[in-house]
């Protein structure tokens, strides 16, 4: 099998065998585990056929992963797993917007964003979009909160190129796409032929087809494209939609796109109980109302422990009542003000228990989502260890969208399932509901079996779907026939024989004739550690990790931890020692720790916290004494390591880079960093007289650019330019006394070094206590990662009254920028937020400045974190080079004037990505203000005189 998948592919090693691979890839967000034999990384379509067919002469299957968002156990195998995720994210945004044509790999987000500048938008918006990518988008048929069954994947899908199980490729938007495959599958083309005619030949195949696809529906196959199209080809493109990977691969579509609405209004409704709310939905609905969010009554008590909760929702005594979160959405002032007097017209005759209060504040529209979204995070983060979180969804027409919600109650007290909240899409009758369990026992799958047959008569005997949008997959599988009866369900199958006669494309996915198959192959989840026990394998956290295409993701650091928990209990010691010893480099040596991945964490964890306490452990007295004696005299530290980059900087590189690669050799790559040519030579002392002023504020400049100068010779570095502005400003600034003995403590948090960490931020605090007067100023700080770090230097301490940090960027957006003089700006500037700026939430401070250099700011759409990292790029500078590939794509075709980020290490890596010359913001504002930028051409001159241009 192994040789006719590396003979498939370009490169034998796309195709990976490693334990750790395998078991970090066995998981999906689903509640099944399933161990792939091999996971192989597809380059193209070409590879995918060549894949497609060695899985059929081998007999073994094979099963497509992208995002892995999946809920219903879609994306696993125990046989081929196939990445399509990692190169296939083309977009190319067609007719000015108004279509795109999308690879499978890309995210909804990283499309939205594409289509932003154009006013358009992807119609379907499922709320997993910062990380669900196109492929499962089609796999699922996925909807989303606003686009109900109007705007979803079905609705929108112009064409599809798709590969089928031969391997044959169908692109149905040709010209010549139905002739070609006639000509190329005969026996597809006549057998759907045939089974549309069988279908719409049988009046009751039509009602019950029109009467499930009128709803939101992703049970079994598509069956109405049988009955919305004429051309095999046409039928086969929408038959692909929702197949969940088993009748071929989608390896681009295009999509019709929608308008983008640029005016929302948000209120929150609160009624009595559920049945008020209910009953309000076909008027609310009447009114144009874009979306109508259900919560039931537990899930208000448990908004009401949510931090920022709105005061509608915190003060009111939650009996039997519900919500209904409403939203309009327009493209103009105008229609969204009679939509909104159209709807509160209305609302005195809903029953509501308090009035309502609809707000364009971006602000309080983010304190009402947050309480419709949080819910899932809460109820799952405080789930008891070792169990799961499932989350289920099902659809009933509207009118009996109340007595569904009542009767789930009453089995979630009939099976003892506790904090079962139930919310969802109500304008569509679509509800979502979570289980809490092990699901391992025999008493706990009996009860899960129970109350999932009573479920199933619930919402079929309401003439609903058991699936609305997360996909049959396993989860579902054994009731397709029940929902659909004997004739439909047979169709199904004759269609997947057509496809896939073999049967080697993903089995056992939404179709399935074993009765029990949701209750097998669930996954354990041992606990490991506290700071990732509540990690529910959501995946959201992975397009924003820096090693996602190097090594593993945060999802599968965790799993992988799991696995070798699991590996340990089950008495596999071997499978254990060989997992630990590969997550050393694939899991601790290349996590950036930059803590991108919390920010997307449903439940908030920080897995880059695990990797520290695992660097913690492994790092013996010796490390710990050399790293707490470099502490107790960073001055001396910080101006070696300056000193030495500036005498390296004239040894020739190829001379100095032997004995270099042989000390890392000996050493360790984790030990010794990587010379590269790019680095500057040092900088200068930090330190800086007593003002003879009464200082507005300490200025805490960064030990970073002692160790690394200015990025051209002859500028004067962030801190000169920082204080500069500042005195143009009229503000006075103090450094800390012995400055250059300081720092964040951000060097030894990062690899565990927890006294050397203690002796510093001991330090530090003590100097910033006197610095400030105890307090009494505020602390300024010029690299974001600084910054960071000197707030949770911060929160460590214990004593009052608490210090206070702002970053430079905000501080000079707030304080300084508005003081200036006008000036000439620059044309253009490639601006690179770092991962500290996102966490600390000053980006907009950071655009904001930037927009004060030049005219136009542009963000790459690929921007993330560089994965420097402090000396991580320097150790490891495969991670930087693949965290970056994207980005320094991007920026080449941007012809930018100038390119800044704000922290140096960061400036360091972007600088090696790209072969531009990143600096600082505040030093690129300091020579665009200078006072001789009276002359038009002063600001550009200054830049070319640097070297930015």
Known sequence: MLGALRAAVSDPAQVKTRAIDLHANAHDASHFLLVPQAVVVAANADEVGKLLRASRAQGVPLTFRSGGTSLSGQALTDGVLVDVRRNFKQIEVQDNGARV????????????????????????????????????????????????????????????????????????????????????????????????????????????????????????????????????????????????????????????????????????????????????????????????????????KVGQGLD?????????????????????????PESLQELQRAGLTIMPGLGLSAPVKFSADSATRAQLWHLRKGLYASVAGARPQGTTALLEDVVVPVAALGRTCVELIRLFDKYSYRNSVIFGHAKDGNIHFMLTDGFTGTTELERYSAFTEDMVDLVLGEGGSLKAEHGTGRVMAPYVRRQYGDELYDVMRQLKVLFDPAGMLNPGVLMNDDPEVHLRDIKLVPPVAEVVDSCVSCGYCEPVCPSRDLTLTPRQRIVTLRAIEQARRSG????????????????????????????????????????????????????????????????????????????VRKIPAPVLMVPNKLGRAVLGTDTLPLYSSELPGGGGGRSRPVPALAPEAVYFPACVQTM????????????????????????????????????????????GLKTGEATMRAKTLAALRTATRNGELAIICDASSCTEGL?????????????????????????????????????SLALHPTCSSTRMGINDSLQTLAGGVAERVQVPDNWGCCGFAGDRGMLHPELTESATRAQAADVATMDATAFASCNRTCELGLTRATGKEYRHVLELLEEVTRPDADDPDAAASHLAESGAV
């Open 308 to 332: 920022d909760v709105p005061p509608v929702v915190r003060d009111l005594a939650v009996r039997d009542h519900a919500a209904l979160l409403m939203e309009y959405q327009t493209d103009n």
């Open 791 to 827: 707030r949770t230097t911060i929160e460590g301490d214990q004593n009052e009254p608490r210090l206070r940090v702002v970053d430079a960027v905000q501080f000079a957006a707030e304080r300084i920028l508005p003081s200036l003089p006008e000036y000439q700006k620059i044309d």
């Open 101 to 300: 044509r999308v690879q499978p790999g890309a995210t909804v987000r990283a499309l939205n964003a594409r289509l932003a500048q154009y006013g358009r938008k992807f119609g379907p918006d499922p709320a997993s979009e910062s990380a669900c990518t196109i492929g499962g988008v089609v796999a699922n048929n996925s909807s989303g909160m606003a686009c109900g069954t109007v705007d979803n994947a079905y609705q929108t899908l112009e064409s599809v190129t798709v590969v089928l199980p031969s391997g044959t490729v169908v692109d149905t938007g040709a010209a010549d796409a139905d002739a070609r495959l006639r000509a190329l599958e005969p026996e597809l083309h006549e057998g759907l032929l045939r089974l549309a005619k069988r279908v719409a030949g049988n009046p009751a195949s039509v009602s019950t087809i029109r009467h499930q696809f009128s709803m939101k529906n992703t049970m079994g196959y598509g069956l109405n494209s049988l009955l919305d199209f004429d051309r095999p080809v046409d039928i086969l493109a929408h038959l692909i939609v929702g197949s969940e990977g088993t009748l071929g691969f989608v390896a681009e579509a295009v999509f019709r796109t929608v308008p983008r609405p640029t005016h929302t209004v948000t209120g929150l409704l609160v009624f009595p109980d559920l049945e008020t709310a209910n009953a309000a939905l076909p008027a609310l609905v009447g009114t144009g109302a874009a979306t109508l969010e259900l919560m039931d009554a537990l899930s208000l």
């Open 708 to 751: 690394f100068g200015p990025a051209t010779a002859g500028t004067p570095g962030v801190q000169v330019s920082f204080e500069q502005l500042c005195d143009r400003a009229g503000i006075t600034l103090v450094v800390p006394a012995g400055i250059d003995g300081l720092c964040c403590g951000t060097p030894w948090s990062s690899k």
């Open 572 to 647: 596999n010691l071997a499978l254990a020692a060989e997992l630990e010893k590969d997550f050393v480099y694939d899991g601790v040596e290349t996590c950036a720790v930059d803590g991108m991945c919390q920010t997307a964490c449903p439940v908030n964890i920080n897995t880059g916290t695990m990797m520290k306490q695992i660097r913690r452990g492994e790092t013996g007295p010796l490390i710990n004494g050399v790293w707490n004696t470099a502490a107790k005299n960073w001055g001396a530290v910080t101006r070696g390591a300056g000193l030495a980059l500036t005498v």
